[in-house]
Every structure is written in structure tokens, then in C-alpha cells.
């Protein structure tokens, strides 16, 4: 539906850092004007500057996603900087970690709002209007861990299969009149994902494991992440062919059919990467049920 994007008005939430700087420059590449809302007001300041001074058409809008007064805010300082909208992503996220037992309602709050409320606030925002002109996309960035499940980013967890989940719902409501949806689960990309209490404002004490429980996870995205851009690349691509589901990483649909033998065996959750990297006793092997 969206196969020619020169010329077209892009919307990015999160885009003043990682995979949605990235959005922003690939769809600049296309010949698109772009909208970039993000909360952290430094970041986002320098690099809209920095893509202005090389020519590209962007504007940077200041938003908080988890209030949706914000979000309207950004559809309307788009529509009046460039008179339409045509793509929308839904993508700033934060990923604190830590165990369940040990998380607060504050910490629940901050990433149910931020993760979930924030992707439907885009949805609420931006939504009827690309319903109204028949023509659009919109892509929510959910994460691998909207498919699977691990241990100590449980928060994270629930909230990106809430994404998958609603998005899902939405395409089956908006694909018949003419907007594309797009549900992007990325592996690791190699981000500043693993420091999002820089974005945390709510003066809540930050969990005494938190750093140790995130170091490993920081070593891991930087040695083996991808570089932003390929999650970019195939957004693109998904956007051209009207796909609903973007990976960047081949083995991420092998992760979910494992959990899913273990839902239609209901047996007790395999570590999907576990079975992944192959040779290690899944649960069934062990006969714990
Ligand atoms: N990096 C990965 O390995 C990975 C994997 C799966 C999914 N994701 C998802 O990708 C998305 C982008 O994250 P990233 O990896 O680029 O991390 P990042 O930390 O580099 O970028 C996230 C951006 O979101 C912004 N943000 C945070 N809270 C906000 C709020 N309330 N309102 C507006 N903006 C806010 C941040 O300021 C930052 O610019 C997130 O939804 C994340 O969950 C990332």
C-alpha cells in the first residue's frame, strides 16, 4: 500500500536515541519529512539539529508518551509542519530489569505507561486519521520478549506482549480500510535500551539489584546487537510489502514456535534459548512436567 515513500510524512516516537534515530534516518533517506517526539529534550535537540544541518527535513517535537495529551500534541505540531501524516511509529520504550517479587507499583506503572499505554496513545492519536484518508501505516515496536518470555525482564515481558497483542487486534480492525500495521520484535540492536532509567522522572527509588541484574545484559547488546539500522532496513520492507511482522533476527520465529509446543504439549515453559542453542534438555526431554 505504502510502496513509494518519497515525499511521504513519518511520525517516530523514541526518536532521539537508537532504533528510532535510526527510522528517522533511513525514512530522511527515502525522501521523507519526519516528526521526531521524544522525552529526553538534550538528545532530541542535538539530533534533529544534526540531520537539519545535512539537509534533511525534520522537525523535533518534545512528547511524552505516556500522556496522551502529548501524543496529541505531536499528530498536530506534524500535521501543521507538513500537512499530513502517512507512517507512524509507535517505538519509545524502556526496559528496566529486575525480579518480579522485588518490583514495586511504581516500577509497574512506569513501564506499563511508557511501553503499553504509550503505543496506544499513538494508536488513539494517530489512528482515526489514517482511517479517514484510507491510506497509512503504522508500526509498534513490541520486542522478541513480546513472543517469549525470560527471566528478570518479566515487566518488560508483559508489556511487549501486550504490544504484540494489541497490534495484532488493530490490524485485523484497520487492514480492511486501507492502513497497514506493522509489529517489529527486534533480538538485540545494539541501543542504550539497557539505560532507561535516564528516562525515568517519577523520583522512585531505583531497585539496590537493578545495575547488577543489567550489566550482563549490557555486555551482551553491545558485543552481539545489531546495529540500529538493520531494524530500520526492515521496517522499510515491511512497510513496502504490507507486512505485519518484522524480526531482525532469523531465529526470533524458532523462539515463539518453541514456547508454543509448550503451550499445545501444556507443558511447564521450556527456555525457549536454551532449545535454540540446541543440545540442552528441554523440559519434555526431562520428563518435568
Ligand atoms: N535494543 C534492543 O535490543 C531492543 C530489542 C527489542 C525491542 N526494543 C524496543 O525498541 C524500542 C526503542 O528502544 P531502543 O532500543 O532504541 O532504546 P533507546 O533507549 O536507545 O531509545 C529509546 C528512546 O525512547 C525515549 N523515551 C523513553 N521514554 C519516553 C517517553 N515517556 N516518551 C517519549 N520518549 C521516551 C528515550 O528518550 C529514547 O530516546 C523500545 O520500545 C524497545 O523496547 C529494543
Known sequence: MMDNLDGRVAVVTGAASGIGLAFTERFVSEGMRVVMGDIDE???AREATRLEAA??????????VRDPSSVEALRDQALSSFGSIHVVCNNAGV?????????????WRWVVDVNVLGVAHGVSAFGPLLVE???GHIVNTASEAGLVTNDFIGVYCATKHAVVGLSESLWREVHPQGVGVSCL???????RIFESQRNRDDGADIRP?????????RE?????GLPPSAAADAVVDAIRADRFWVFTHEFTPGLAAARHADIEAGR??????????????TTEDSGDT
Open 42 to 44: 538534550a538528545a532530541l
Open 55 to 64: 539537509g534533511a527535513d525534520v522537525v523535533g517535537v518534545l512528547t511524552d
Open 95 to 107: 526496559a528496566p530489569a529486575g525480579p518480579m517479587v522485588e518490583t514495586t507499583p511504581a516500577d
Open 133 to 135: 484518508q484510507g491510506e
Open 185 to 191: 520484535c527486534p533480538s538485540f540492536v545494539n541501543t
Open 209 to 217: 539489584n537493578e545495575a547488577a541484574v543489567l550489566a550482563p545484559l
Open 220 to 224: 551482551v547488546i553491545e558485543a552481539t
Open 268 to 281: 511447564n515453559p521450556t527456555d525457549p534459548y536454551a532449545v535454540l542453542l540446541g543440545g540442552l534438555e
